[in-house]
């Protein structure tokens, strides 16, 4: 019997070679560079040009789609596997305590944007299907290693592939936990649009909140006119006292401008971060603001703040399969002049409907002068637990661990898997590891990595061999 995790160990130092030249790579999505050539950006095409390279280099068959999505082939067949990862990441943003795009090891631990999502795991899973390969392993189907650009916000690249290539018969995203997730909630942003206004004795200049809709706010910022400077940034230290937030509040010539940091988190477990554009609309709640600009702080701090599930507007659902509806508060701005808007993201499971969530929202949303539309959404997914691609990943999982009572998952996360009718997300975090994705200081265990290497080996083994 093959040691997985032996044959996993003795590519550690190629493997983490690799992957913290990829890391370096800060390929953040980014349209305000996008250009015919690059119509993401120059940094996530770099990194999908560096990942063929090496792919190139190690022998297998590249493709590079409009510098969008590219491949790496092995074997041929009638049938094909397809491995699904990204190599784009979030935003940094701040907090970090070491530079997030020049990784570090520490105490174990490889600590850089991208290590835990999705640079860490896709090339783990990558550095599996090479070792079977230079193993000599002859697949009985065709495999295809696919690498898209920016999941992180609306998958061009990835649609790209399956406009332009066949669909595979199934497979797997290593983008999400083990031990295998076969159901992943929809997807929705409602969109709450509003005018611009102040007509009360202390003004809101702006607010603005957020880097991504899959992200909880680390930080909010606010720019107010007041009577009494003073006495509001007294107030203010108090307020930051009495919560679980830092922040600061200096005096500029266009105001007083008021920061709240909270903790950065996952968009589809909002309850692990701490939402601080929320927050600092319950502070907002004691100046004597009026119009829209009272209007848009009174239905974030009396309707979104310290609620995830929806409870405020009379929609929480849970679903007893898929769990519970959720709601991340990821995106907020406010102008005086110009208006904003807020970007509210649901992950809904079965029994649930944008359309419902849009008459839920609305009906508060027009008592405070606000619209609401969504542009797009992503419906439930699921695969059954007894579909053979799911059974092989289980066993691959329980053999490598030990954990003979683990059960597929379901999660309100949406990765590539679910392009796929027979598509699951399949690791690389283990169930005893802190999630770190979106967050500052992101890492992954570098034992974890190569255990997940370990496994990825036994499943796409047993899945091209039998």
Partial sequence: MTDWLQKATEQKENYLN??????????????????????????????????????EQDGFKTKNIDNLVGYAEWGDGDETLAILAHLDVMPAGNGWDSDPFDPIIKDGNLIGRGASDDKGPGMAAYYAMKTLKDMGV???????????????????????????????????????????????????????????GNTGDDLLRSFKAGLRFNM?????????EVGDNEAVATAFTA??????????????????????????????????????????????????????????????ANYLHLDTRFHNFMGAYTDPVMGDLTVNVGLLSFDAAQGGQIDMNFRYPKGVTPDGLQAKVAAVAKDHGMTVHYEKFEVPHYVPADDPLVQTLMKAYIDQTGEADAKPEVVGGGTYGRLMARGVAFGALMPSTPNTMHQANEYQPVADLLKSMAIYMEAINDLVTK
């Fill in 18 to 55: 690799d992957l913290i030249a990829l890391i370096k790579i800060p390929s953040v999505r980014d349209d305000t560079q996008a250009s015919e050539k690059y119509p993401l950006g120059p940094a996530p095409a770099q990194a999908l040009s560096a990942f063929l390279e090496m792919a």
């Fill in 216 to 224: 909880v706010p680390r930080e909010a910022d606010a720019i107010v």
């Fill in 138 to 196: 002859v697949p009985n189907k065709k495999v295809r290693f696919i690498v898209g650009t920016d999941e992180e916000s609306n998958w061009t690249g990835m649609k790209r592939y399956f406009e332009v290539e066949p669909e595979p018969t199934y497979g797997f995203s290593p983008d999400a936990e083990f031990p295998v997730i076969n159901g992943e909630k929809g997807q929705v942003s409602l969109l709450l649009d509003y005018p611009g």
């Fill in 239 to 300: 307020f930051l006292d009495a919560n679980p937030v830092e922040g600061e509040c200096v005096l500029e010539a266009d105001g007083l401008h008021l920061q709240v940091i909270g903790k950065a988190a996952h968009g589809m477990e909002p309850e692990k971060g701490i939402n601080a554009a929320t927050y600092l609309a319950t502070f907002l709640q004691q100046l004597h603001l009026g119009g829209q600009a009272k209007q848009f702080v009174d239905l974030v």
